[in-house]
């Protein structure tokens, strides 16, 4: 399985653009790269999924480069309510989410 | 409808118990998911079931028993669990194509507590 490392936590503020990379220099030809979002005592909710350049959706903007060894998630104007954990993951084994430590969103006003 | 419901919401059961966890969806997908997390941690997955087969067992201990009776439920049977099992259970489904896999639906989760 291909290995991701993102930021343990990001803070922001509302209105603000906020952006998590994630690396994953191991990441196989036929994985996909795919983001969760997690608020607490709740089941992981899908945010988006690509495999090359930029995937946008009426959530967020997903950004990968060519050589795919990173992703970045955009979330655009950021209000209180997103502040949640968002997880990177990769895909290498047939329905397998191996789902990394995540990184904690804080949003303030 | 894209909610997949879970049942119950909280339960909490002595190391002699048996009980059953009760996940069900209405999308038509045909493979399901079992997951544990304990606190502050990422979920971890336990079973795959595709098209009511059993396809992936993660190595989980035999007091934890799953069953697909239909392509819509998902049930997990404990028995004689232990105090560390205790967790957030959390069911999901999705299609089950290569990419369609890593778009999961989650449930709410179960609260279990073991005492």
């Known amino acids: 399985l291909a290995k991701t490392t993102q930021p343990i936590s990001m803070d922001s503020y509302e209105g603000q653009e906020v952006n998590i990379t994630c690396s994953h220099n191991?990441?196989?030809?036929?994985?996909?790269i795919t983001w969760y979002q997690q608020f607490p005592s709740q089941g992981p909710r899908f945010i988006i999924q690509g495999y090359k350049t930029k995937v946008t959706n009426e959530v967020a903007s997903l950004f990968i480069p060519a050589d795919r060894k990173s992703s970045t998630l955009s979330l655009p104007r950021v209000s209180l309510s997103d502040t949640a954990v968002y997880y990177c993951l990769v895909g290498d084994i047939f329905y397998k989410l191996s789902f990394g430590a995540g990184t904690t969103v804080t949003v303030r006003a | 409808d894209t909610e997949v419901t879970q049942t119950p919401k909280h339960l909490v059961m002595g190391m002699t118990n048996k009980k059953s966890l009760k996940c069900e969806q209405h999308m038509g997908h045909r493979a399901m998911y079992w997951y544990k997390q304990k606190a502050k941690k990422p979920p971890e997955l336990m079973f795959v079931?595709?098209?009511?087969?059993?396809?992936i067992n993660e190595s989980v201990p035999s007091r934890f028993s799953p069953e697909c009776p239909n392509s819509s439920l998902l049930n997990l049977h404990l028995h004689a669990l232990q105090p560390e099992d205790s967790a957030l259970y959390l069911c999901?489904?999705?299609?089950?194509?290569?990419?369609?896999?890593?778009?999961?639906?989650f449930g709410p989760g179960t609260r279990l507590t073991v005492t």
């Open positions: 191991n990441i196989a030809t036929n994985d996909y």
């Open positions: 999901a489904s999705s299609q089950p194509t290569r990419g369609s896999s890593y778009e999961q639906y």
């Open positions: 079931y595709s098209y009511e087969k059993l396809s």
